[in-house]
T-cell receptor, first 114, second 113 residues
């Protein structure tokens, strides 16, 4: 595709429900990243995938958060038993490799937990 | 613990003048610095980067300056244009890669006519 595609663009859920956010990176990009931006905050690193290497999960805030990347392309970020503090914009980015600083971001998925 | 700080939440500059956006960092392991621009309802877009082996990097109207001893970097936009109005994020990483960026909270630039 032309750019990084994320879905859904908006998600409203009730506290305690599970949500899945999807990211379709730019074709050929081997590195994929998830960040989130809470209100009034900078972007917070969550997880990073590079090729077939084990992902760097050091930014995941709790074990309710998990992510996978299937076939080296599409990624899904799953949040189990959502809490109100999970409300944020979840941004996915991809790049040609982990060495380059030019991350291409999607438009984000805005999650609201009621 | 805010390792990357952008102390000015907003900045207003007249069209044609210079915009200077500032960023401070505390982690001495950071050696790669980037600026991203973000329009409302869009993802951030990469602007310019600088490695710690340099103190200046220029790309068209955008120049980034790095002062390692002060742990400070700045982005200069000359001349400023109305289309530059956006939120600007400073980001940093260690190990010379972009694998795990630490972002500042952003500065909203408004370029007025």
């Amino acid at each position: 595709g032309a750019g990084v595609s994320q879905s859904p663009s908006n998600k409203v859920t009730e506290k305690g429900k599970d949500v899945e956010l999807r990211c379709d990176p730019i074709s050929g990009h081997t590195a994929l990243y998830w960040y989130r931006q809470s209100l009034g905050q900078g972007l917070e690193f969550l997880i990073y995938f590079q090729g077939n290497s084990a992902p760097d999960k050091s930014g995941l805030p709790s074990d309710r958060f998990s992510a996978e990347r299937t076939g080296g392309s599409v990624s899904t970020l799953t949040i189990q038993r959502t809490q109100q503090e999970d409300s944020a914009v979840y941004l996915c980015a991809s790049s040609l490799s982990w060495r380059t600083g030019e991350l291409f971001f999607g438009e984000g998925s805005r999650l609201t937990v009621l | 613990d805010q390792q990357v700080k952008q102390n000015s939440p907003s900045l207003s500059v007249q069209e044609g003048r210079i915009s200077i956006l500032n960023c401070d960092y505390t982690n001495s392991m950071f050696d790669y610095f980037l600026w991203y621009k973000k329009y409302p309802a869009e993802g951030p877009t990469f602007l310019i980067s600088i490695s710690s082996i340099k103190d200046k990097n220029e790309d068209g109207r955008f120049t980034v300056f790095l002062n390692k001893s002060a742990k400070h970097l700045s982005l200069h936009i000359v001349p400023s244009q109305p289309g530059d109005s956006a939120v600007y994020f400073c980001a940093a990483s260690a190990g010379g890669t972009a694998s795990k960026l630490t972002f500042g909270t952003g500065t909203r630039l408004q370029v007025t006519l």
